[in-house]
DNA sequence: TCGAATT
């Protein structure tokens, strides 16, 4: 858990030209020139930069013989990323030089030579998951090198926690063929001495947020910026006020926390450096992010909440989970909260439980 | 009634 704050590394695994997201290549009027020493693709774009500073900033190395932010055909939304094809090549290697690296609000761009424009390249970027959680970016793409030849790789990783991989990645073949033969040969599969299949399939496109996950990631850093060491009496306080107003409603448990940490036959969900998970059961199907926030914040640090919704209604399954870093907090959280009334439902919220080790 | 992860 805890996977707000996230940090990759991604290597560039393939000699000569670039990697490159996709392959849109040289944008109109490029002809038959060869375009491999001055055309780029520029990766990991911020969501809300616009064509305009899009061609602004990379036109303040050279002059642009065209370039081209890459939108959602039906919401216009930016993928992420574009093309920009320089009239000097020199200036294309000057760009890659200077402004790849470059750090714009949450993101680090990428600046590479975009590779010559062909189907075949199109749509070869896998999804994994389910990675065991020791599996290095050199050992992910040893499996999946015999499939294909890799473009790029990345782990995912929790930075909050030092850099413990998240056990997601990506893997970008040359061709889709050999995407499509590393799905069929590992998607399902136990790599070697691991307990969990991986799941492999096609990835989605960059930067491709629903409006509400980008609400609720914005809500999340800003929650985290304001929670702060505060008493807990003030926060019980702060905890009525907030519910009374929200909600209506007003009820502590009488749970104690000792009564809670002496439940026999289960075990916890550890510390395990990233704090408590609970388990917040009987939430409404229209329950979202912020409700648990709203809920959990008050008794303390919390760093992680998660509503669990169905994949196709995109409704709440009843469920969710919390991560709190410090016990007490949490244990605090959890007689006060476990019980509550929520609207017309009751609240069950306990320590999660953990399917693994249990007895 | 105890998850899923999207550069």
Known sequence: MVTQIISTMETQVSNGPAANCL??????GSSSTDDSKTNLIVNYLPQSMTQEEFKSLFGSIGDIESCKLVRDKITGQSLGYGFVNYVDPNDADKAINTLNGLK???KTIKVSYARPSSASIRDANLYVSGLPKAMSQKEMEQLFSQYGRIITSRIL???VTAGISRGVGFIRFDKRNEAEEAIKGLNGQKPLGSAEPITVKFANNPSQKTGQALLTQLYQTAARRYTGPLHHQTQRFR???LLNASYGVKRFSPIT???MSSLAG???TGPSGAGWCIFVYNLSPEADESVLWQLFGPFGAVTNVKVIRDFTTNKCKGFGFVTMTNY???AMAIASL????LGDRVLQVSFKTSKQHKA
Request: hydrophobic share 30%.
């Open 157 to 159: 990783v929790d930075q």
């Open 104 to 106: 714009l609000q949450t």
């Open 328 to 330: 007490d907090e949490a």
């Open 257 to 259: 926390i000792d009564s």
């Open 338 to 341: 476990n019980g509550y009334r």
């Open 239 to 241: 905890l009525d006020n």
């Open 23 to 28: 392959s849109n290549g040289p944008v109109m």
């Open 266 to 268: 289960v075990s916890l």
